[in-house]
């Protein structure tokens, strides 16, 4: 044994040649379940690991930990908007009363003797029907400072104890135990559970070991049932854990029935797969007996016993029924797969867990003799989160009694939707579904097509990677009665030689490049995947105009400046029947090769399309011209090389680089910025530098339509290749964290334009740095003067900086509460503070200034909303804790509806870096006026002609004096006729801040950079 020890998270574990403590992973597992959106304090937090963890789930979390160092330690490495740490024991704990939803304390080692006012402690700082999650140990020798005689060693009296005290504080329990050795496991007290080890070589087994903890899950509202999770091992790493529940089916050995059912199927045609290693001549004779013994089978002259056993020798030896054994087998598994309970409930839960909707839209025209096998197919998908809309069109057949028939059977899965007339054009069908389409990837399946079952789960995959927009899979053609044959692997391979075995994933700017700039290499909609969002009525028009290849036109607009990902083993079928719409006869019309040059265009004027590509789709088309029969002068005429080669791109690539998606005005207006570059048809994508901490509310902020490169996927295709590409055309940077990331590591030439939101300043980048950047960055924008001063003692051209404002969206969305549900009356004045939980803020500020302001002028009603979250918001609630009218608000969507039911936006920030705040731009747009604090652009954007929208205190660095003028300056814009001077400046301005305008001005600037290069 050795005395090292590793700090993870809030435990020290010791490490042994015996054992290795690892509990606390499926403690907070289980904690997980319950803090989703809530306030949680972690006793007992240690360096914070675990704390950090739970912020991904929570609202707030603050880590307690009594080791002064260990705060210390944790602060430092645990950066979140989320999460902070305090110091403080279990039996006084530094928050207020009512403050958090939910209390952690897994390390409860030294708390039995005083378990009674550690729980009257959590009591007083839990909300009404809030949660404590605890664990406590059942053994005598693992309880710190316990008295030992008062136990007796007995470790039921110490559990009975425990659950005796929270029993008194808490009307609701339920109770796990948890068996510590090499791992943990965690199972429910009120379900029997019998646990039996067994040794993997000698198959011996023994009894299981008792509970080592207890875990308590206490509140006094009712607890539903935490699902446990674990693996318990102990000994050596051979030594394997068996659970048996009663009462339930032994699903382990179910499971591993099937399993040697299917080794034993692989085995046998691994077995009779000797033409692997057999020559030519030995198959080729094999081949021939084969077909000499089918045809002993069929003479009549023979017994009919004769015949059989003829057929059985003929099936034994034919090489050919290779492919059929291997069909029957993946059809076998299927099924014996698809009804096994235990492996189509995981399967369930761990797709339910990512989350990711697809809606599989079904158009249909007189197909009904396919629509079962259609409709089928996606039925049967592995992958559970489908829902289907099916849409006719006018279809003379008996489709419509098909579909309804599926939709009374399945009716919470699939819809039906009937046109009344034909709309004319398959497009109209793809774009009406597309609307309806409620799922986060949309699944086109033409209704005379199918697939295989797992086509979907092996598809899904790839869409993880926030930059991927289509997928497709290896689509295979299908004749009428939907049986394969081949084709399409030698099209594809035609296209572009050796890239069609493995999954493939890159920017569609290469794909073009490449062969899906020579074939559309996918052939057939079905066998696609792609991201939902809005495409615009002016795609639809124009795929509408082409008769055969609109599909590849709408591939190219949908991936857009994203990636599209190749899967070969998801499989789908075309099938090819006497009523395909895109038949043969169009190839002798000359309005087919038009789309063929009218395609290509549309790729040359997006990409940038090498010759060699351009040849080789014209040496494509040539070849079905010649064999339908079209003469070379005329396909020259519709299809001119020189014509196509000479017409240059047109569409630009902004690549918009952002910190993470958090909260700030510099995180979140570059997401603005590239929404509204989107609408005005640039083509845009994101690089984000850190994903660790996203907001999922900031992040819904982007466009769907908008790729997000992360940093570590560029970093391994390498910056320089992964601009090419992607076929990048402008950088647009909006932190110095981007200009770290790709100056500092690539030789790019790529136009640059740097937008200083004030990180150069408050990172404190050196002065060497900043100008070897500058020699590579074309354009500087900025919004406040001091946004330049890490420029002052550097020469560099002033034609490279150029002032510009900020801009937002506005939006008519109401905010979810009104004053009433707040208990503010109609004739108060509400103050209103949004902004980041960060210290220079002017959270505590605010505070302080309105209950002095509250003190002086009592007779006047008035609340105080405030919006953020971070450690400086939860400073700012222990101050504010006994004033009923401050209304901490958390992160708000709804910023313009919380305005507009305010009446004064107050901005008492400090902050270093502050320039330009959003959310002033955002309170002048609805008109609300505002006392602030002058600093960065803030006074100029609250002017208009002199005057000003608002009160504009100075920038002080005395707090005391600071919150003095703060509280005056509220004072007198609590008059209504102040107020109502104001509000009509701030009208006035905030027409200025159109983000559609300032996106048309930054395309100027791009533009402007680009001819210059």
């Known amino acids: 044994m050795t005395d090292d020890f590793d700090r993870v998270g809030g435990s020290i574990l010791a490490t042994t040649a015996e054992t290795i403590s690892v509990e606390p992973t499926y403690r907070y597992d289980i904690a997980k379940?319950?803090?989703?959106?809530?306030?949680?304090?972690?006793?007992?937090?240690?360096?914070?690991?675990w704390t950090a963890a739970l912020a991904s789930s929570a609202k707030c979390v603050i880590g307690m930990d009594a080791s002064e160092e260990s705060v210390h330690y944790a602060t430092a490495k645990h950066k979140g908007e989320n999460i902070s740490f305090v110091i403080g024991s279990s039996?006084?704990?530094?928050?207020?009363?009512?403050?958090?939803?939910?209390?952690?304390?897994?390390?409860?080692?030294?708390?039995?003797?005083?378990?009674?006012?550690?729980?009257?402690?959590?009591?007083?700082?839990l909300r009404a029907e809030g949660v404590l999650i605890i664990s406590t140990p059942t053994r005598c020798a693992d309880a710190v400072n316990v008295d030992k005689t008062n136990f007796s060693q007995h470790e039921k009296v110490i559990e009975q104890y425990v659950i005796e005290k929270l029993g008194e504080f808490f009307a609701h329990l339920s109770l796990y135990d948890e068996r510590i050795g090499l791992a943990s496991e965690i199972d429910s007290q009120e379900r029997f559970a019998e646990f039996i080890l067994a040794d993997a070589e000698s198959l011996t087994t023994k009894a299981g070991m008792p509970p080592t903890y207890l875990l308590s899950v206490a509140s006094d509202r009712p607890i539903g049932e935490v699902i446990a999770s674990g693996f318990l091992s102990e000994g050596s790493p051979e030594t394997i854990l068996k659970q048996e529940v009663g009462g339930n089916a032994q699903w382990v050995e179910i499971l591993m029935k099937d399993i040697s059912h299917i080794s034993g199927e692989v085995d046998a045609l691994q077995r009779?797969?000797?033409?692997?290693?057999?020559?030519?001549?030995?198959?080729?004779?094999?081949?021939?007996?084969?077909?000499?013994?089918?045809?002993?089978?069929?003479?009549?002259?023979?017994?009919?016993?004769?015949?059989?056993?003829?057929?059985?020798?003929?099936?034994?030896?034919?090489?050919?029924?290779?492919?059929r054994k291997v069909d029957q087998f993946c059809l076998n598994y299927y099924q014996v797969i698809g009804s096994n309970k235990a492996i189509e409930a995981s399967r369930s839960a761990i797709f339910a867990r990512s989350g990711m909707r697809v809606t599989a839209i079904v158009p249909n025209f007189n197909h009904a003799r396919y629509l079962a096998q259609r409709l089928d197919s996606i039925l049967s998908q592995t992958y559970p989160l489908i829902d289907i809309l099916v849409l006719d069109d006018c279809s003379t057949d008996n489709s419509r009694s098909v579909i309804d028939s599926y939709v009374t059977r399945f009716p919470g899965r699939i819809s039906?939707?009937?046109?009344?007339?034909?709309?004319?054009?398959?497009?109209?069908?793809?774009?009406?579904?597309?609307?309806?389409?409620?799922?986060?990837?949309?699944?086109?399946?033409?209704?005379?097509d199918f697939c295989e079952p797992t086509f979907i789960e092996r598809m899904i995959s790839a869409f993880r990677d926030p930059s991927v927009m289509v997928a497709f899979g290896r689509i295979q053609f299908a004749n009428s009665r939907g049986e394969y044959f081949a084709g399409l692997d030698h099209y594809r391979e035609d296209s572009e030689p050796g890239i069609w075995d493995s999954r493939l994933t890159r920017p569609a700017a290469e794909w073009f490049r490449g062969g899906f700039g020579v074939k559309n290499v996918i052939a057939n909609v079905g066998g696609s995947l792609w991201r939902r969002f809005e495409i615009s009525d002016r795609v639809w028009e124009e795929a509408r105009h082409y008769k055969i290849m609109g599909d590849w036109y709408l591939y190219a607009v949908i991936a857009g400046g994203g990636q599209i990902a190749y899967e070969p083993s998801a499989v789908s079928y075309f099938r090819i029947h006497e009523s395909n719409t895109s038949g043969s006869s169009a190839q002798s019309k000359p309005e087919y090769y038009k789309e063929y040059a009218q395609l290509m265009t549309s790729l040359k004027k997006r990409w940038d399309i090498p010759d060699g590509t351009v040849q080789r789709f014209i040496e494509v088309c040539r070849s079905v011209s010649s064999g339908a029969g079209v003469q070379a002068e005329q396909f020259e005429k519709l299809v001119n090389y020189r014509e196509l080669s000479e017409i240059p791109r047109e569409h630009i690539h902004v690549l918009i680089g952002i910190l993470g998606f958090s909260f700030g005005g510099g995180e979140i207006f570059p997401v603005h910025l590239a929404n509204a570059l989107r609408r005005q048809g640039i083509m845009v994508s994101i690089l984000q530098i850190h994903d660790a901490d996203d907001h999922n509310d900031v992040r819904s902020m982007l466009d769907p339509g908008i790729p997000v490169y992360l940093a570590n996927a560029v970093r391994d295709m390498g910056i320089d290749n992964f601009i090419r590409s992607a076929g990048i055309s402008v950088v647009h940077s909006h932190v110095a964290n981007v200009e770290g990331f790709l100056l500092d590591r690539s030789r790019t030439s790529v136009p640059f334009i740097s937008t200083l939101h004030g990180s150069y300043e408050a990172m404190g980048i050196s002065t060497r740095r900043i100008a070897r950047w500058s020699k590579k960055i074309?354009?500087?924008?900025?919004?406040?003067?001091?946004?330049?001063?890490?420029?002052?003692?550097?020469?560099?051209?002033?034609?490279?900086?150029?002032?510009?404002?900020?801009?937002?969206?506005?939006?008519?969305?109401?905010?979810?509460?009104?004053?009433?549900?707040?208990?503010?009356?109609?004739?108060?004045?509400?103050?209103?503070?949004?902004?980041?939980?960060?210290?220079?803020?002017?959270?505590?500020?605010?505070?302080?200034?309105?209950?002095?302001?509250?003190?002086?002028?009592?007779?006047?009603?008035?609340?105080?909303?405030?919006?953020?979250e971070g450690p400086a918001t939860e400073e700012a609630k222990r101050l504010a804790t006994s004033d009923s009218t401050i209304h901490f608000l958390g992160f708000v969507k709804e910023i313009y509806g919380l305005y507009r039911m305010s009446d004064v936006a107050l901005i008492p920030t400090r902050f270093p870096g502050e320039s330009y705040p959003l959310c002033l731009i955002q309170a002048?747009?609805?008109?609300?006026?505002?006392?602030?604090?002058?600093?960065?652009?803030i006074k100029a954007m609250s002017q208009i002609d002199g005057q000003q929208a608002g009160i504009v205190i100075k920038n002080d660095s005395d707090n005391d004096r600071f919150v003095t003028e703060l509280s005056n300056a509220m004072e007198k814009i609590l008059e209504k006729d102040v107020r109502g001077s104001f509000k009509e400046k701030a009208k006035?301005?905030?027409?200025?801040?159109?983000?559609n305008a300032l996106a048309g001005e930054y395309i100027v600037h791009y533009r402007s950079v680009l001819a210059k290069k």
């Open 416 to 448: 039906a939707v009937y046109n009344t007339e034909n709309s004319g054009n398959v497009f109209r069908q793809w774009q009406k579904g597309h609307s309806l389409a409620e799922g986060d990837l949309v699944w086109i399946c033409e209704s005379d």
């Open 778 to 868: 074309d354009l500087f924008a900025y919004t406040a003067d001091r946004n330049l001063r890490p420029f002052a003692d550097l020469k560099i051209d002033q034609g490279k900086f150029l002032k510009v404002k900020n801009a937002m969206p506005v939006d008519n969305v109401a905010f979810p509460q009104t004053r009433t549900q707040l208990g503010i009356s109609d004739d108060a004045v509400v103050f209103s503070l949004v902004a980041r939980g960060a210290e220079g803020k002017g959270w505590m500020e605010a505070v302080r200034a309105y209950r002095l302001l509250r003190e002086r002028r009592p007779d006047v009603p008035m609340a105080m909303l405030m919006v953020g």
């Open 272 to 323: 009779n797969n000797w033409m692997s290693q057999a020559s030519i001549t030995k198959i080729l004779r094999r081949l021939i007996f084969a077909r000499l013994l089918y045809a002993l089978s069929r003479v009549r002259a023979f017994p009919a016993r004769r015949r059989e056993r003829f057929l059985k020798s003929a099936e034994k030896r034919d090489p050919m029924l290779l492919s």
């Open 33 to 49: 379940s319950f803090i989703i959106g809530k306030d949680v304090l972690d006793i007992g937090c240690g360096e914070g690991e």
């Open 988 to 995: 006035l301005l905030g027409e200025a801040y159109d983000i």
């Open 924 to 937: 002048l747009q609805v008109g609300v006026p505002c006392v602030s604090t002058d600093v960065g652009e």
């Open 91 to 125: 039996k006084h704990i530094p928050l207020p009363s009512s403050s958090v939803d939910v209390v952690i304390c897994f390390q409860a080692h030294g708390t039995i003797s005083s378990l009674e006012s550690v729980l009257s402690e959590i009591k007083r700082v």
